[in-house]
């Protein structure tokens, strides 16, 4: 049961990483290329919120 509950807190820890690389280079895209990913730049975080964490 705590392996477990290691690897889960590490599993979001890498997910929390990834996401704030995803983050970080969305945010230096234009809004031209964001909208062609159907992303508005003011919903950056709650998209990447969902991606990596909306499963739950």
Avoid: W
């Avoid at 509950?5 to 983050?23: E, I, N, T």
């Avoid at 969305?26 to 290329?33: A, D, I, N, T, V």
């Amino acid at each position: 049961m705590a392996l477990r509950s290691v690897s889960d807190f590490l599993h979001q820890v890498g997910q929390a990483q990834r996401m704030s690389a995803d983050y970080d280079r969305l945010r230096q895209m234009s809004p031209e290329c964001l909208s062609r990913m159907g992303v508005e730049r003011n919903d950056i975080a709650t998209h990447l919120y969902n991606k990596y964490f909306g499963n739950r």
